[in-house]
């Protein structure tokens, strides 16, 4: 009989657990879930524009001009990353970059010119394109006779101009280069009475000297008595003048192997 005692009490102990239900619970603050509930709401209507939020609102201002416009905000983005800030220079394009480089490379084709005529020329080039004495004697052309030497600096400084000179009047006149180191022309130094180099003798086209000019002077001398001799005149308009010279008792006599030579 003492067996069955529990049971009963075990009935009365635990029947009234099903009847409590858990989830009041979780219900048990409605404000909790109306406030969810129209969170849920304020997002979903955002585009609304009759909603009183002053954020909201902002939204829906912006947010119908870029959808009206006539560009979309991707091309409304476009003009700030090309232009330039105010105040602040053109970044150069491709065309511009293009246009500086080719003017670059005229610019320094220009200088290289420019300095293989006024600053490249040397007596050794002068020596190349002048004439045998000889030759110059015979052709009926009237002459210039340099006398100069390879140490001599005033012969190295005019070389330029006289490479000019000789430019523009090569075909009608004769442009000889001495050098007072060579023995072969003791004999044309005692004529012209060489004391001075650069020494210029001018010639007509018969062989007689007209004047001479000697050391370093303007370019105009040369030129203009170069130019009385290609016009036939009796006489040049510089026919005696002396600037600063090297003196022709400095020379290093030498024998030329080349009896042709001319230097």
């Given amino acids: 009989m003492a067996c069955f005692c529990p049971r009963p009490i075990s009935l009365n102990r635990f029947g009234p657990?099903?009847?409590i239900p858990q989830p009041?619970?979780?219900i048990a603050n409605p404000q909790q879930r109306l406030k969810r509930t129209r969170k849920f709401i304020t997002l979903a209507c955002q585009t609304n524009p009759n909603l009183d939020d002053t954020s909201t609102k902002e939204r829906l201002v912006v947010e119908p001009s870029n959808s009206k416009g006539t560009?979309?905000?991707?091309?409304?983005?476009a003009p700030s990353s090309s232009s330039s800030p105010p105040g602040l220079p053109e970044l150069p394009n491709k065309d511009t970059n293009r246009k500086i480089a080719i003017v670059s490379i005229l610019a320094a084709w220009g200088l290289f010119l420019s300095s293989r005529l006024d600053f490249g020329v040397s007596l050794k080039d002068l020596t190349a394109l002048a004439l045998p004495y000889e030759e110059a004697l015979s052709n009926g052309k009237p002459t210039v006779v340099?006398?100069?030497a390879d140490w001599c600096e005033v012969c190295r400084e005019l070389a330029p101009d006289v490479y000019k000179v000789e430019q523009q009047y090569k075909d009608q006149v004769n442009f000889v280069m001495l050098n007072v180191d060579n023995t072969k022309w003791e004999q044309e130094l005692d004529e012209f009475g060489v004391e001075g180099i650069p020494h210029f003798a001018f010639l007509d086209k018969d062989g007689n000297e007209e004047g001479n000019v000697v050391g370093r002077l303007p370019r105009k001398y040369l030129?203009?008595?170069?130019?009385?001799?290609?016009r036939g005149?009796?006489?040049v308009p510089h026919a005696r003048v002396m600037g600063q010279y090297s003196s022709a008792e400095a020379r290093k006599v030498h024998q030329v192997v080349d009896p042709r030579s001319h230097g």
Wanted: charged share 25%.
């Fill in 17 to 19: 657990s099903p009847q």
């Fill in 24 to 26: 009041p619970r979780i």
């Fill in 71 to 77: 560009s979309s905000p991707k091309d409304a983005a």
């Fill in 146 to 148: 340099e006398f100069y």
């Fill in 223 to 230: 030129l203009e008595n170069v130019d009385a001799l290609a």
């Fill in 233 to 235: 005149e009796n006489s």
